[in-house]
């Protein structure tokens, strides 16, 4: 039956794989308009995002509070796996969501912290000022976000902290290739 | 020139940040998506995926307990019950190199490095829609085919062997999925 046909999935059987293709499920919710066609589904979703932005200096100060706690937890209990564990996603949380919420920034140098958990041999033995440094510099470009001449600042204070951080994490992977790489690479995830 | 009729579509969100879920809620909507569920960690995320069926899945890769790299594995199971071949779109703060491959090797159809934006998130989703892309299985990967291009001025080893191939018809495990709702 043609539907049989249309349903099923296509198996080539080589050596060592299986090719599968299947008919494509999704082709029918594409739908062809013309070029003169005015609704532009991005243009209003950009609308819809900044309608939301009057929320995001009190959800980027929900994420520094998460972050000052996950801080706090970690001086209260030690360098467990819990502990540390929570401190990377706080971390990488504000890291994903600052740039969006307008604060690139902030997302720079969470990201500076997110690479001194990930690759520093042992957390407990990173000097504790360059974890607070981090940790106060997000607190206080989100706090100060408002004020112009913080915009430079800020940006200059990503810049040091990153500086001083990837130079710590060279020394301290000098005899660990695999971490010593991937601090040094470039990111190349695709975003835009 | 294509559109999408998101209203066609069902969606499943997982990422344990509800201020991530917000954006995404609010851009999947505005796309004009009605169906979007959302779930807060890779477990709860697995069960609404086997309930719901949805066509495509966004998923964060850092939650706690479980997370969006299990989840690829788990949907990706080419025994399943449910549907192994949903796009699933990986939408994450990990931008390395290495970490786009251990994704891509997990299953994940397409990866965005987050900051997310309107722009980005239709070209995913346009993407899986309009250019899916066959599934390799092997003793070791079930997924989208990894290879995006063919280029004729290789010169490495070949990885898969050629040799006899049989063409075997088998019904959709996606229709099987929808029709066990």
């Known amino acids: ?192 | 020139m294509f559109r999408i009729d998101f209203n066609k579509l069902r969606f499943l969100v997982c990422d344990d940040n509800p201020h991530m879920r917000r954006i995404l809620r609010t851009l999947l909507h505005s796309f004009g998506a009605r169906e979007v569920y959302e779930s807060e960690d890779g477990a709860t995320a697995l069960e609404m995926y086997s309930h719901y069926a949805p066509d495509i899945v966004i998923t964060d890769w850092s939650m706690p307990i479980f997370d969006g790299l299990e989840l690829t594995q788990m949907i990706r199971q080419p025994e399943s019950k449910g549907n192994p071949f949903a796009p699933i779109i990986m939408l994450t703060g990990h931008s390395e190199k290495r970490r786009v491959t251990v994704a891509r090797d997990a299953g994940v159809t397409e990866f965005l490095a987050k900051p997310i934006s309107a722009k980005a998130l239709y070209q995913r989703i346009l993407n899986v829609i309009a250019n899916p892309r066959p599934f390799i299985k092997t003793k070791t990967y079930f997924g989208p085919d990894r290879r995006r291009n063919t280029t004729a001025t290789y010169i490495g080893p070949e990885r898969r062997g050629n040799g006899e191939s049989e063409v075997v018809s088998q019904p959709s495990l996606l229709e099987k999925a929808r029709s066990s709702i």
């Open chain 1, 1 to 192: 039956m043609a539907n049989d046909k249309r349903d099923s999935l296509h198996v080539e059987t080589f050596r060592d794989h299986h090719v599968i293709t299947q008919p494509n499920p999704l082709r029918k919710v594409l739908r062809r308009v013309s070029e003169k066609d005015l609704d532009d589904p991005v243009a209003r979703a950009e609308k819809a995002l900044a309608s939301l932005s009057g929320e995001f200096k009190n959800w980027m100060l929900t994420e520094v509070d998460r972050l000052a706690a996950a801080q706090a937890a970690l001086l209260k209990q030690g360098v467990n796996a819990a502990s540390r564990d929570e401190l990377f996603r706080a971390a990488h949380d504000i890291k994903g969501d600052a740039a969006t919420f307008g604060y690139p920034s902030a997302a720079a140098v969470a990201e500076s912290l997110c690479r001194i958990i990930e690759h520093a041999p042992d957390l407990a033995q990173v000097p504790s000022e360059l974890i607070v440094h981090h940790i106060n510099a997000i607190q206080a470009i989100v706090r100060n976000h408002t004020r112009l001449d913080t915009v430079t600042t800020a940006s200059e204070l990503s810049r040091q902290l990153r500086g001083v951080a990837d130079e710590f994490l060279t020394r301290v992977n000098r005899d660990r290739p695999e971490h010593l790489e991937a601090v040094l690479a470039p990111s190349i995830a695709p975003g835009d």
